[in-house]
């Protein structure tokens, strides 16, 4: 758990260093003018190998801990420890994988404006959701690595906690740029997903970190992909209307899609 911790506070201060030099070099301008709004969109959804850099760390750890012996240790004693404690297994980790990106659209509804407007937060969210199913779900196939609780051979990585940290990365771009403490909190939840992954003995340690590192990796794709998808969908044109969601029901997840012409 305290280990858990420590990669919070690794990833948030890697991301507040990496995003603080675009930052510097994408200025506020108040005076809102064609050229700065195109500017300041493009550095939004701009892709750079900085923004690879703590996803590859964690994904690189994720998928070591499945052949080195002295991660696979680690895991087997975390668990042990965490069983020697008998937890209670209690389910919120079922519903604080989509807390950040739902406290997203409550600050919008309450006048706590993101980057991005309902349609455009919707079709990235929906991407970034889609993004991490597709790689969450084959390599639980392909790697077969058995759960603690001996229940299946699918627990790595960690799909609860993928997309929590897809969510909470969701919520750090959305407000980073203008309430950056708001932004972060959105952390705490998924570390709060990947703790409880553990103690209800459905994930090792490596499956989590793996799980967290896929899933700021899928937001961070989302982003860079958007312009491209809202030209697909035909963002420009003003009559027509798109919405993309994610939907999570009886242990299923999926994305739902409906478009007006």
Known sequence: MRILLLVLLFIVTSFQEIYAQDSLATPEVKDSTIVSTVNIEDKTHQFSY??????????????????IKGLRQLNSSTQYEI??????????????????????????????????????????????????????????????????????????????????????????REYKDTNFLLSISGYSLAVFTGVYRMLNNKHWFGDVVGGAGFG????????????????????????????????YQKGNAGIGFVKNF
Do not use: C
């Open 83 to 172: 069983s020697e404690h008998k937890p209670d297994h209690i389910r919120l980790d079922n519903f604080t994988q989509f807390a950040p990106a739902a406290l997203v659209y409550g600050l919008n509804a309450f006048g706590v404006e993101g980057k991005h407007n309902l349609r455009d937060r919707s079709i990235i969210y929906g991407t970034s959701m889609l993004i991490t199913s597709a790689i969450t779900i084959p390599l639980k196939n392909i790697t077969k690595e058995e759960r603690p609780d001996l229940s299946n051979n699918q627990s790595f990585p960690s799909g609860h906690t993928a997309i929590a940290f897809a969510s909470a990365q969701f919520m750090y």
């Open 216 to 247: 700021i990796l899928s937001t961070e794709l989302a982003y860079w992909l958007y312009p491209k998808i809202n030209n697909i969908l035909g963002g420009k044109k003003e009559k027509s209307q798109t919405m993309i969601m994610p939907y």
């Open 50 to 67: 900085k923004k690879l850099i703590v996803p590859a760390a964690l994904i690189t750890y994720g998928t070591a801990s499945l052949g």
